[in-house]
């Protein structure tokens, strides 16, 4: 029977998608949900959108209560943080990489591992040298996957899945999709989810009817 | 005995003030906590931080999902909602009179009738007609009130506090503070009173000491 969808669009630059990805899967198995690993180029949504870089950048005001607004809603969570000493990171190879592997059962674990060298152990997280660190931490064949990663038809497949983004009206990460309605921001992951788990997905059997002494 | 403090910046302009307007008096008198209205021009802070007025109308992308942001949180918080027909509206003397009244028993009314003017029914708030008849139905003597609200020192007393917001690193709307700590928006309105809650205002006695069994 299928399960209802959620769609998660991050990219592992972004400090509120750290706060989604170390807890999406937990909360999508507790609920029933099917997530969907979307990753795609922030940066490149904000320069189609005219932004001069992320607004946390561009902002300083924004920029500087983010940092601390971080370090609170990782203690909120239960989550290490370490201010990253260079922000935002580049994370081209490793969303080639989750796009390849958005079906394998250590995707979610390669998401989690990327986050934290970013927002935990504060290490570089692009290129090959970073990517094979990870991969090969997880027990997983590094070389291989990083060749499939970088097919042309692989790199391409994130092109247009920025692409994407920004025909849905994405305009920041992290942004949740539950058929067409969007939310955004990893305050609206539970929003998000609760509508998701109100959806009956088609082919699914409806709720059992109840009988008893009550009409 | 001293209550410890929570302080709440607003424009009535704002979208996201609105939400916490109409809950804020109930959850900080629940919480037993003191609240202090601090009304200022969201949109001077913009222009003096160099942003081209709201990022909700400057970042079309970002306005559009706020709408259907607004919808969905107003629903949660079972709050009525109407998208104004303008926006943001100007909200000068309103905000006049907050400052003159802030310690009135009736400012937390007033408040709430200026945001159900701007997000339930779509009416203008700013002007001496429409501050008059919401005066007006909370029984209260309008031409009086107004002609106080427009004496110069307070009008000052409006520029000052939008400076104080500027120098104290507000960006947006709402915000709160306890103490110097700044919590932005109404998704942190909760956080920012559970820190209030810890806080134990000075010249306040202890909580009590638990005397029993176990050491």
């Known amino acids: 029977m299928s399960r209802p969808e959620i769609e998660f669009w ?3 630059g972004s400090t509120y998608s750290y706060l989604s990805t170390m807890r999406i899967e937990h909360e999508a198995s507790l ?26 950048a561009a902002q300083t005001a924004k920029g500087r209560h983010m940092w601390k607004d971080m370090a609170r809603q990782c203690a909120k969570f239960g989550l290490a943080w370490r201010q990253p000493s260079s922000f935002p990171r580049r994370a081209v190879l490793p969303h080639r990489v989750v796009l390849l592997a958005e ?9 989690r591992a990327v986050m ?22 997880l027990g997983l ?26 025909e849905r009206g994405i305009f920041g990460a992290p942004t949740f999709f539950v058929g067409d309605e969007m939310f955004w921001g990893n305050d609206r992951m539970d929003d998000a989810m609760d509508l998701a788990q109100s959806i009956v997905p088609p082919g699914s059997k409806p709720p059992p009817m109840k009988h008893g002494p009550c009409r």
Do not use: Y
Not at 103 to 111: G, L, M, R, S, T
């Open 31 to 56: 609920r029933g949900l099917q997530l969907r690993w979307k990753p795609f180029m922030l940066g490149a949504v904000f320069k189609a959108l005219g932004w001069h870089g992320s607004p946390f």
């Open 103 to 111: 079906k394998e059962p250590w995707v979610a674990d390669f998401c």
């Open 141 to 166: 064949p590094a070389r291989e996957i990083i060749k499939a990663a970088e097919a042309p038809w692989n790199k391409q497949r994130l092109r247009e899945q920025t692409d994407d983004a920004l």
């Open 116 to 137: 934290e060298r970013n927002f935990v152990h504060d290490q570089d997280i692009d290129g090959t040298e970073a990517v094979s660190a990870t991969l090969t931490s």
């Open 10 to 12: 991050f990219d592992f």
